[in-house]
């Protein structure tokens, strides 16, 4: 027989209380003629006090012990409590095929105490465990580690605190509990805004969380960071899912990732993007769903998104790019007296690409900006190159020919403008209408101007008036010659190249010619942007009476004139029948 050589590897594994005798395994490698042995040995083991020379115990043979690649594994039981026995050496004999034992090596030191107090786990899996008492971990104030490639990957600490990821990260262990970092984080110090800023992760608040990343800091109870970059969590319950250089310092505070985003009061939300900050005056709820440089600052407010937008009101709204509700400050508010009612709260204001600031100018207000012009019910704005885009067109819809806008006051009476079509080609009949729609009936129309297409214009109800008070007026005088001005006025028969440039008057036309009319009454005409001419008659009808009563005046005169000549002609006939009388005597 070969020489056997050994390594001995011991395992044991309690099937029963270590203070009572229990069957233990034995675990070892056999080697035989120098290559690890193969087949059914018996070995014979022999329990010695701790110099090898006393037997406590008779020596226990196990016969065909099956040994596979050099490995072996026997369950020993000598009886007796073997952790009331100090130190102790344990004699290992092989034998095959009925030959005679041989001693491998000499006794093994065998500390039963200190093995017996625990149970060694055995990768292929154990059974007859007890989990009131069988357990993976330490008992003394030690951090349980796990590594892979001799490098730290998860600890464990007290009480019920779990660190995955890099050895730098940390929970606060004083006190902190059920706090847990996923994974992540580092030893370096290039994270952040800062290079000497730490990369790894850290927990110190109750039931704070870190899913992984780095640089990340969780301060607040219920706390959470998804992952990310150097992202500070420090309101109760606050959440940041991601991103870089986020700070959640609120309760419920959500931030959804982006970077150097801001939630800073009570359930404060930043959905994403770049330097945004949701906050308020002192309820919170503000919310900005992303964007950049956008700053919700009243309660309950919001931005949905754009670039430099500013809900500084309570219940406001901003949204596109510069749309600003003014804050409090802006206003001249004192936040101490504001509660509840700080800037211009319940403004809507919504603006276009233009970099200027479009702001508000007080409460309540609903603003739009749109230099391509504002469509209702249609995105045509017009393709004329006379038609601005800066314009506003309201268009029917659903098979309603009739266009309508109402303007209403609060006891349910106002104006009504309507547009009623005459035909396909027509442009329609417009109405100036008073509206009374006080009870459940039908309103009453009462219209009040109405213009048809062929530009004829009534009024109905009244004349059309201007202020002419006395008292508002000053350097009264009269017309110098108004019957001269008048006929130096001519009217005129006349068709237009464009009716389109004459709000569409096709067809012969008169009126005046405004360079004529300029030349007597430069009043009356402007320029416009095209450089076109326009005749205004402002105070015709006072030119017009002044030129009658001078014309009366004058027919007064030669009436007058008329009547001291008649009565001369009357005087020469009479004289003259006195002479023809004188003569005939």
């Known amino acids: 027989m070969h020489p056997f050589a050994r390594s001995i590897a011991l395992g044991l594994f309690l099937a029963a209380s270590a203070a009572q005798a229990a069957p233990w395994t034995y675990r070892g490698t056999l080697n035989d003629g120098g290559v690890p042995a193969h087949g059914r040995y018996d070995f014979r083991l022999s329990l010695l006090d701790a110099g090898g020379a006393k037997s406590?115990?008779?020596?226990?043979?196990?016969?065909?012990?099956?040994?596979?690649?050099?490995?072996?594994?026997?369950?020993?039981?000598?009886?007796?409590d073997l952790t009331q026995f100090g130190a102790l050496t344990l004699r290992t004999e092989v034998a095959q095929g009925g030959s005679g034992f041989v001693a491998l090596g000499e006794p093994k030191p065998f500390d039963a105490k200190a093995a017996l107090g625990s149970m060694c786990w055995d990768t292929a899996g154990n059974a007859g465990t007890n989990d009131a008492t069988d357990f993976l971990g330490t008992t003394d104030?030690?951090?349980?580690?796990?590594?892979?490639?001799?490098?730290?990957?998860?600890?464990?600490?007290?009480p019920n605190n779990v660190i995955g990821g890099s050895s730098a990260n940390n929970v606060d262990t004083f006190g902190g509990s059920s706090q847990t970092i996923a994974g992540g984080?580092?030893?370096?110090?290039t994270?952040?805004?800062?290079?000497n800023e730490s990369c790894a992760n850290q927990v110190v608040a109750d039931y704070g969380s870190i899913g992984g990343g780095a640089g990340n800091y969780v301060f607040g109870e219920y706390a959470t960071i998804a992952g990310g970059d150097s992202n500070d969590v420090t309101g109760n319950a606050a959440t940041i899912a991601g991103g870089r250089t986020n700070t959640a310092s609120a309760m419920s505070a959500t931030i959804g990732g982006g970077a150097s985003n801001y939630a800073t009061l009570y359930s404060a939300t930043v959905g994403g993007g770049v330097g945004n900050s949701a906050s308020g005056y002192s309820l919170g709820f503000a919310t900005i769903a992303g964007g950049s440089g956008n700053l919700a600052r009243g309660d309950f407010s919001m931005v949905p998104g754009g670039y430099a937008n500013q809900a500084g009101g309570d219940y406001s709204f901003a949204a596109g790019r510069?749309?600003?509700v003014r804050t409090a400050a802006d206003a001249g508010e004192s936040t101490a007296t504001c509660v509840n009612n700080c800037g211009d709260e319940g403004a809507f204001v919504w603006a276009d690409a233009l970099i200027q600031p479009f702001t508000s100018t007080g409460p309540n207000q609903f603003l739009m900006r749109a230099n391509g012009g504002v469509g209702i019910n249609t995105a045509h704005l017009g393709n004329h190159p006379n038609l601005r885009s800066a314009e506003l067109t309201v268009r029917s819809i659903n098979g309603d020919p009739n266009v309508d806008m109402n303007l209403m006051t609060a006891n349910a009476r106002g104006y009504s403008m309507a547009v009623v079509p005459d035909g396909a080609a027509g442009a329609g009949t417009f109405y100036l209408q008073e509206i009374n729609?006080?009870?459940t009936g039908e309103p009453a129309w009462s219209p009040r101007l109405i213009i048809t297409p062929s530009g004829q214009t009534q009024v109905q109800g009244g004349a059309v008036g201007t202020i002419s008070d006395a008292r508002l007026k000053k350097n009264i005088g009269d017309i110098e010659r108004p019957l001269d001005?008048?006929?130096?006025?001519?009217?005129?028969?006349?068709?237009?190249?464009?009716?389109?440039?004459?709000l569409g008057a096709a067809g012969t036309r008169i009126g005046f010619v405004a360079q004529e009319v300029r030349e007597v009454l430069p009043q009356?005409?402007?320029?416009?942007?095209a450089g076109y001419y326009s005749v205004a008659p402002s105070g015709f009808e006072a030119l017009a009476v002044e030129a009658i009563r001078e014309q009366q005046s004058l027919i007064a005169a030669l009436q007058a004139r008329n009547g001291q000549l008649q009565q001369a002609v009357q005087a020469l006939a009479e004289r003259l029948a006195a002479l023809e009388a004188a003569k005939e005597h």
């Open 322 to 324: 510069s749309a600003r």
């Open 56 to 80: 406590l115990a008779y020596p226990l043979t196990f016969g065909g012990v099956e040994v596979k690649n050099g490995a072996f594994a026997i369950d020993v039981d000598f009886g007796l």
């Open 485 to 502: 001005t008048l006929l130096a006025l001519r009217g005129h028969r006349f068709e237009y190249l464009d009716p389109a440039q004459a």
């Open 191 to 195: 994270c952040g805004s800062a290079d």
């Open 185 to 189: 984080g580092s030893a370096a110090m």
């Open 524 to 529: 009356w005409v402007s320029e416009n942007g």
């Open 437 to 439: 729609a006080v009870g």
């Open 141 to 158: 104030g030690e951090h349980l580690i796990l590594k892979a490639g001799n490098s730290q990957v998860m600890r464990y600490a007290a």
